[in-house]
């Protein structure tokens, strides 16, 4: 699949950029689900750098309504800022590169759809390398991005995977792989299945809230992970958010919680040695000081209560996405070595662990930045 995308290129470059060669290609980021390649042109149809990802198809069923989605909220917010100069607004909003026909994507010979968007040089994604600070900086990048979304007026939204962030039902996919056990490897992971259907009751904290009219859907990214902010090389600030194709109606807590879950402690995403995955509070406090100047509005006192709460639902969701892949054989998850998506699913639940020996701290932490913020009295 993967040697398919690449002989694609060509065929896919000439639908957005017709004339132009392909002076140099490779793949760029670390990213789970689609390929995604950076592109450098030649030639008299166009100079210059395009980002081409394919969508995946088993991940995106509808990777037309993905891209509709994408289409519709880059032009809110290219309309949001545009008070900015254009230089200047290219590099805080991605810039979508439309086919000589006006079309948002392109499909190759094998039916895949392409989306082109121009290559923001010179900046890089948010490691969490530079500390409290730099987790700070995206952690508002992502507030600033909910707030520009507040008044997205057109039209609806579709849900690109429907319960993305639905607990409940990823608990219950969970169950279904064990008793399913395709690849045959659920007695190697015993431990970490009676872990996760111990913890089952974190699947009803975000629903209960919405469902008792505490909180409210809005424009959301859901998938919130650090690097999908880029960073500029030179001052640090951050720039464009990236990654939208997951981006509708959601919660403001399930952000938040995502950016707890890569943010707020140091260790790997896929190291399972529990020492690495101890939550750090000063980064989990630039997070909240960072998102709540970010969005600029009110967050309902119980948004407020359960941010703490927020990093560990997601953190416990996204453990049994993993935990579930490595029960089905890898079918959603690219890995990269034998028993990657187990390794992912124990380093969430030591996170899961380290945020629920700290939890009394971190409420104190999220309220007394709320209240700096005046965001509560």
């Given at each position: 699949m993967e040697a398919r995308a690449e002989r694609a290129l060509p065929a896919v470059v000439a639908a957005f950029a017709p004339g132009a060669s392909i002076a140099a290609?490779?793949?760029?980021?670390?990213?789970?689900?689609?390929?995604?390649?950076?592109?450098?042109?030649?030639?008299?149809?166009?100079?210059?750098?395009?980002?081409?990802?394919?969508?995946?198809?088993?991940?995106?069923?509808?990777?037309?309504?993905?891209?509709?989605?994408?289409?519709?909220?880059?032009?809110?917010?290219?309309?949001?800022?545009?008070?900015?100069?254009?230089?200047?607004?290219?590099?805080?909003?991605?810039?979508?590169?439309?086919?000589?026909?006006?079309?948002?994507?392109?499909?190759?010979?094998?039916?895949?759809?392409?989306?082109?968007?121009?290559?923001?040089?010179?900046?890089?994604?948010?490691?969490?390398?530079?500390?409290?600070?730099?987790?700070?900086?995206?952690?508002?990048?992502?507030?600033?991005?909910?707030?520009?979304?507040?008044?997205?007026?057109?039209?609806?939204?579709?849900?690109?995977?429907?319960?993305?962030?639905?607990?409940r039902r990823r608990v219950a996919a969970l169950r279904e792989a064990v008793a399913r056990d395709a690849a045959g490897r659920a007695a190697g992971c015993r431990p970490e299945i009676d872990l996760a259907l111990a913890r089952d009751g974190l699947a009803s904290v975000l629903p209960a809230l919405r469902e008792a009219g505490l909180v409210r859907e809005r424009v959301t990214h859901n998938d919130t992970k650090l690097d999908n902010v880029l960073l500029d090389d030179a001052s640090g600030a951050a720039l464009a958010v990236l990654d939208l194709d997951t981006v509708m109606p959601g919660l403001v807590l399930a952000d938040f919680g995502d950016m707890v879950r890569t943010g707020a402690s140091s260790g790997r995403e896929d190291d399972p040695d529990p020492a690495r995955q101890e939550v750090d509070p000063a980064l989990f406090?630039?997070?909240?000081?960072?998102?709540?100047?970010?969005?600029?509005?009110?967050?309902?006192?119980?948004?407020?209560?359960?941010?703490?709460?927020?990093?560990?639902?997601?953190?416990?969701?996204?453990?049994?996405?993993?935990?579930?892949?490595?029960?089905?054989?890898?079918?959603?998850?690219?890995?990269?070595?034998d028993g990657h998506n187990l390794d992912r699913a124990r380093a969430q639940f030591a996170r899961l662990a380290s945020l629920e020996r700290r939890d009394a701290e971190l409420r104190r932490v999220a309220a007394q930045a709320a209240r700096d913020a005046r965001v509560i009295p």
């Open positions: 290609a490779s793949r760029l980021g670390r990213g789970h689900i689609n390929d995604t390649f950076l592109v450098e042109l030649a030639g008299t149809g166009a100079s210059g750098r395009l980002v081409l990802q394919r969508l995946n198809r088993w991940v995106f069923p509808d990777p037309v309504a993905v891209m509709a989605n994408v289409e519709r909220v880059l032009d809110h917010l290219h309309r949001k800022l545009a008070d900015l100069d254009s230089a200047d607004r290219a590099r805080r909003v991605l810039t979508l590169v439309r086919t000589a026909a006006g079309a948002g994507f392109a499909r190759d010979a094998g039916g895949e759809v392409w989306r082109a968007t121009r290559f923001i040089g010179e900046a890089h994604p948010c490691t969490g390398a530079g500390g409290p600070a730099e987790a700070g900086r995206a952690a508002a990048a992502f507030g600033e991005f909910l707030r520009l979304l507040g008044d997205y007026d057109g039209p609806p939204l579709v849900e690109t995977i429907p319960g993305f962030h639905d607990t406090e630039a997070l909240v000081r960072g998102f709540v100047a970010g969005i600029g509005e009110e967050l309902s006192p119980p948004e407020v209560e359960h941010l703490a709460a927020a990093g560990r639902v997601i953190t416990y969701e996204t453990g049994i996405r993993f935990l579930t892949d490595h029960l089905d054989g890898d079918a959603y998850f690219s890995v990269h070595r």
